[in-house]
């Protein structure tokens, strides 16, 4: 087995803070489900018990970006919809990843138009491309899996001058 | 179905300096009038009891280009009680971009004139709301005229900003 091969003498072994985080956060990554149209649909799809993304500890999709590390924005990103997109993503805790989703996001698809991003990299940090139009949801599956490789690898130094991003507080009565 | 003959006939008798046109293309009636006239004629065909055109289905335009009356403003209106549609043509002169609004006939022209003004720039006088419908609120441009370049104007619209990622 795998941690108790480990463990020798009174169960205690040495690691990295590093890499015993990493191991612990690829286990359970918390998807914001930025689902703005059809690939949306195939985002579901990993949900059900079919594909079931539970097996890989990400089947706790919250609506809330406070709770999330793993941005999916699945779907067409007009240049009205971005400052909404990038606003959730400034919301979310560090750290954070994000998906690209399908082939819109990554280049504007086939939207090649005035109103769509043509790739939502001008505007956020994409760590994984994913391609398809839409992808299948083994697909998104296997980016979760190559996302978890890379989430694996982070390092608390990436994080040392890291400064917080700068939110603009609008308030409505 | 209501006939273009009775049609003429309802608008003559009702309208009888108006000069329209009523043509017949694979059972679809069009009827275009000038742009003065479209609230009356509008109000009439609704509440007249033999033609009861109840329901606005769209409001869009047509951008001629290089024609010198540029614009063309179409109503697709629906009448239940003849299960009939008809077409309205309003031909904007000149470069004009102004028409009167049929909000006040029909409820549902308020938002499809707002859409035709986002998309063509049509300017509806006495409507209610003229804003935009789907582009941002602080864009300037009317990208379905044909003078829109199919990219857009680069930087009208601002994307955020990517300074403090890692």
């Known amino acids: 087995m795998g941690l108790e091969s480990l463990l020798k003498d009174n169960g205690f072994f040495t690691t990295t803070v590093d890499a015993l985080a990493g191991w612990a956060r690829k286990s359970s990554v918390w998807p914001m489900p930025m689902g703005i149209s059809c690939c949306a649909i195939e985002m579901m799809a990993v949900g059900d018990p079919k594909y079931d993304i539970a097996r890989f500890g990400s089947e706790v999709m919250r609506f809330t970006p406070r709770q999330c590390d793993l941005m999916i924005v699945a779907g067409t990103v007009t240049y009205k919809m971005a400052p909404v997109v990038r606003k959730i993503y400034d919301q979310m805790p560090e750290p954070k990843w994000v998906i690209a989703m399908g082939a819109c996001t990554a280049s504007g698809g086939i939207y090649r138009t005035y109103s769509v991003v043509q790739g ?51 308030q409505k009565n | 179905m209501i006939s273009a003959e009775l049609l003429n006939t309802k608008l003559k008798e009702q309208f009888p300096e108006l000069d329209f046109e009523i043509s017949e293309f694979r059972d679809e009636l069009t009827l275009a009038l000038p742009a003065n006239n479209i609230v009356e004629v509008c109000k009439y065909l609704k509440t007249n009891p033999e033609l009861e055109f109840i329901m606005c289905m769209d409001i869009t335009a047509i951008d001629w280009s290089r024609r010198k009356d540029r614009f063309t403003v179409v109503y697709n209106i629906f009448s239940f009680k003849n299960n009939s549609r008809l077409r ?24 499809h004139e707002r859409e035709t003004f986002d998309m063509y720039g049509i300017e509806f006088n006495g409507h209610p709301d ?19 370049p199919l ?16």
Request: proline share 9%.
């Open chain 1, 120 to 170: 939502i990299d001008q505007f956020l940090p994409v760590d994984l491309y994913l391609a398809g139009c839409p992808p299948r949801p083994d697909n998104l599956l296997n980016a979760l899996i190559t996302m978890q490789d890379k989430i694996s690898r982070t390092k608390a130094a990436d994080f040392k001058n890291a400064k917080l991003p700068e939110l603009n507080v609008i």
């Open chain 2, 88 to 111: 309205l043509k309003a031909n904007l002169k000149n470069t004009d971009n102004k028409i009167d609004t049929v909000s006040s006939v029909w409820e549902a022209a308020n938002w």
């Open chain 2, 130 to 148: 003229l804003r935009r419908m789907y582009l941002p609120e602080d864009f300037e441009y009317h990208p379905l005229q044909k003078d829109f």
């Open chain 2, 151 to 166: 990219m857009g104007i680069p930087d009208s619209i601002p994307l955020p900003k990517k300074e403090n990622d890692r």
